[in-house]
């Protein structure tokens, strides 16, 4: 007989994620040959990190592609000792906040650096990387 399900039980969760990216396939083309980059609102401006396919400010839907660098600066950041599940192969690992030129943040995880010797300020750079089932993401790393 089974046991009867608890706030403690352990079972596995299979999550699928059916995410259109039409619109937003640049920003992954790009993340694979090297570059960072994110829409702009042909309307009004607006710079949107993730990038966006419909403007969070005038809700415009015509946008084009700014290159954001490589360069960014340390916001802040928080080491992940309990993993989820999903990551529990990686270990604990450090998540940041880096501010690129122009104002636009984002969140990645911070490589090449223990928790200890972080430093809000300290200057980043995105590298892309590419996961064995050949998805590309991207990482900070200290200068």
Request: with cysteine.
């Given at each position: 007989m089974s046991?009867?399900?608890?706030?403690?039980?352990?079972?596995?969760?299979?999550?699928?994620?059916?995410i259109p990216i039409s619109k937003t396939h640049e920003f992954?083309?790009?993340?694979?040959?090297?570059?960072?980059?994110t829409t702009k609102c042909s309307k009004c401006g607006n710079v949107s990190f993730p990038p966006q396919s419909d403007c969070s400010r005038c809700m415009g839907s015509e946008f084009h592609?700014?290159?954001?660098g490589q360069d960014a600066t340390l916001v802040t950041y928080t080491q992940v000792l309990t993993v989820?599940?999903?990551f529990s192969a990686?270990?604990?690992?450090?998540?940041a906040i880096a501010e690129f030129r122009g104002g636009v943040k984002a969140l990645a995880w911070l490589e090449g650096v223990?928790?200890?010797d972080a430093t809000p300020g300290?200057?980043?750079?995105?590298e892309a990387r590419t996961r064995s089932d050949g998805s590309?993401?991207?990482v900070f790393v200290p200068v």
């Amino acid at each position: 007989m089974s046991e009867a399900p608890t706030l403690r039980s352990r079972r596995p969760l299979t999550l699928r994620f059916d995410i259109p990216i039409s619109k937003t396939h640049e920003f992954w083309d790009s993340l694979r040959a090297g570059r960072f980059v994110t829409t702009k609102c042909s309307k009004c401006g607006n710079v949107s990190f993730p990038p966006q396919s419909d403007c969070s400010r005038c809700m415009g839907s015509e946008f084009h592609w700014v290159d954001l660098g490589q360069d960014a600066t340390l916001v802040t950041y928080t080491q992940v000792l309990t993993v989820p599940a999903s990551f529990s192969a990686e270990g604990s690992y450090t998540v940041a906040i880096a501010e690129f030129r122009g104002g636009v943040k984002a969140l990645a995880w911070l490589e090449g650096v223990t928790a200890e010797d972080a430093t809000p300020g300290m200057k980043l750079r995105v590298e892309a990387r590419t996961r064995s089932d050949g998805s590309p993401y991207y990482v900070f790393v200290p200068v």
